[in-house]
Protein backbone atom coordinates (compact mmCIF):
# COMPACT_ATOMS: atom_id res chain seq x y z
CA UNK A 1 0.00 0.00 0.00
CA UNK A 2 1.18 3.61 -1.08
CA UNK A 3 1.29 6.23 1.55
CA UNK A 4 1.38 10.06 0.74
CA UNK A 5 2.54 12.53 3.13
CA UNK A 6 2.23 16.18 1.84
CA UNK A 7 3.88 19.00 3.73
CA UNK A 8 5.38 22.94 3.09
CA UNK A 9 1.78 24.05 3.55
CA UNK A 10 1.70 27.46 5.26
CA UNK A 11 0.07 30.64 5.83
CA UNK A 12 1.52 33.52 3.63
CA UNK A 13 0.87 36.98 1.74
CA UNK A 14 -0.64 37.72 -1.48
CA UNK A 15 2.33 37.09 -3.79
CA UNK A 16 4.14 35.10 -1.83
CA UNK A 17 5.66 31.75 -3.02
CA UNK A 18 5.39 27.84 -1.23
CA UNK A 19 6.85 24.81 -2.35
CA UNK A 20 4.56 21.86 -1.73
CA UNK A 21 6.17 18.16 -1.39
CA UNK A 22 4.74 14.93 -1.20
CA UNK A 23 6.73 11.61 -0.24
CA UNK A 24 6.18 8.13 -0.87
CA UNK A 25 6.10 5.60 1.16
CA UNK A 26 7.79 3.12 -1.86
CA UNK A 27 7.78 3.71 -5.18
CA UNK A 28 6.60 0.58 -6.54
CA UNK A 29 7.47 -0.01 -10.11
CA UNK A 30 8.41 3.47 -10.09
CA UNK A 31 5.33 5.26 -9.16
CA UNK A 32 3.18 6.48 -12.03
CA UNK A 33 1.33 9.82 -12.89
CA UNK A 34 1.44 11.88 -9.80
CA UNK A 35 -1.53 15.36 -9.28
CA UNK A 36 -2.01 17.55 -6.95
CA UNK A 37 -5.73 18.63 -6.05
CA UNK A 38 -7.02 21.16 -3.57
CA UNK A 39 -10.08 21.81 -1.98
CA UNK A 40 -11.55 24.91 -0.37
CA UNK A 41 -13.89 25.20 2.19
CA UNK A 42 -17.27 24.17 1.25
CA UNK A 43 -15.81 23.60 -2.52
CA UNK A 44 -15.51 20.45 -4.11
CA UNK A 45 -11.87 18.92 -4.42
CA UNK A 46 -10.21 20.50 -7.89
CA UNK A 47 -7.63 19.82 -9.92
CA UNK A 48 -4.71 21.71 -9.85
CA UNK A 49 -1.71 20.17 -11.61
CA UNK A 50 -0.47 16.52 -12.50
CA UNK A 51 2.73 14.78 -14.11
CA UNK A 52 3.27 11.63 -15.52
CA UNK A 53 5.71 9.40 -14.62
CA UNK A 54 8.81 10.23 -16.48
CA UNK A 55 8.10 13.68 -16.01
CA UNK A 56 8.03 14.88 -19.13
CA UNK A 57 4.22 15.62 -19.57
CA UNK A 58 2.54 17.98 -17.41
CA UNK A 59 -0.88 19.59 -17.26
CA UNK A 60 -2.21 22.61 -15.15
CA UNK A 61 -5.48 24.05 -14.48
CA UNK A 62 -5.98 27.34 -16.05
CA UNK A 63 -6.23 28.97 -12.77
CA UNK A 64 -2.74 28.32 -11.70
CA UNK A 65 -0.88 28.49 -15.47
CA UNK A 66 2.07 30.24 -15.15
CA UNK A 67 2.08 30.22 -11.56
CA UNK A 68 2.42 26.93 -10.13
CA UNK A 69 4.83 24.43 -11.37
CA UNK A 70 5.12 20.53 -10.99
CA UNK A 71 8.31 18.43 -11.00
CA UNK A 72 8.98 15.31 -9.41
CA UNK A 73 12.22 13.24 -8.39
CA UNK A 74 11.78 9.79 -8.67
CA UNK A 75 14.86 8.60 -7.15
CA UNK A 76 13.53 10.73 -3.77
CA UNK A 77 10.22 9.09 -4.50
CA UNK A 78 8.95 12.85 -3.99
CA UNK A 79 6.86 15.13 -5.99
CA UNK A 80 6.81 18.80 -6.05
CA UNK A 81 4.91 21.77 -6.53
CA UNK A 82 6.11 25.44 -6.54
CA UNK A 83 3.86 27.95 -6.19
CA UNK A 84 4.85 31.97 -7.12
CA UNK A 85 1.98 34.76 -7.18
CA UNK A 86 -0.14 33.66 -4.84
CA UNK A 87 -3.29 34.73 -4.64
CA UNK A 88 -6.28 34.46 -1.80
CA UNK A 89 -8.48 32.49 -3.92
CA UNK A 90 -5.80 29.71 -3.60
CA UNK A 91 -6.52 29.03 -0.08
CA UNK A 92 -7.00 25.54 -0.10
CA UNK A 93 -6.16 21.98 1.77
CA UNK A 94 -3.63 21.07 -1.33
CA UNK A 95 -3.42 16.83 -1.48
CA UNK A 96 -1.61 14.86 -3.82
CA UNK A 97 -2.62 12.09 -5.71
CA UNK A 98 -0.92 9.11 -7.46
CA UNK A 99 -2.04 6.26 -9.46
CA UNK A 100 0.73 3.07 -10.96
CA UNK A 101 -0.47 4.34 -14.29
CA UNK A 102 2.36 5.98 -16.25
CA UNK A 103 -0.70 8.77 -17.48
CA UNK A 104 -4.55 9.85 -17.45
CA UNK A 105 -5.95 10.95 -20.05
CA UNK A 106 -8.89 11.78 -17.56
CA UNK A 107 -6.03 13.50 -15.19
CA UNK A 108 -8.06 15.91 -13.78
CA UNK A 109 -10.84 13.44 -12.27
CA UNK A 110 -10.53 12.70 -8.37
CA UNK A 111 -11.53 9.32 -8.75
CA UNK A 112 -8.97 8.47 -11.51
CA UNK A 113 -5.96 8.26 -8.48
CA UNK A 114 -6.14 5.21 -6.34
CA UNK A 115 -3.75 6.61 -3.93
CA UNK A 116 -3.73 10.02 -1.83
CA UNK A 117 -2.22 12.35 0.91
CA UNK A 118 -3.90 13.43 3.97
CA UNK A 119 -3.42 17.19 2.91
CA UNK A 120 -1.69 20.10 3.71
CA UNK A 121 -3.06 23.91 4.83
CA UNK A 122 -2.28 26.47 2.54
CA UNK A 123 -3.70 29.79 3.38
CA UNK A 124 -2.98 33.19 1.44
CA UNK A 125 -3.87 36.41 3.16
CA UNK A 126 -4.54 39.57 1.16
Known amino acids: QVQLVESGGGLVQAGDSLRLSCAASEWTFSLGVMGWFRQAPGKEREFVAA????????DYADSVKGRFTVSRENVKKTMYLQMNNLKPEDTAVYYC???????????????????WGQGTQVTVSS
Open 97 to 115: AADLSPWKTHKEVVDEYSY
Open 51 to 58: ISRSGSIT
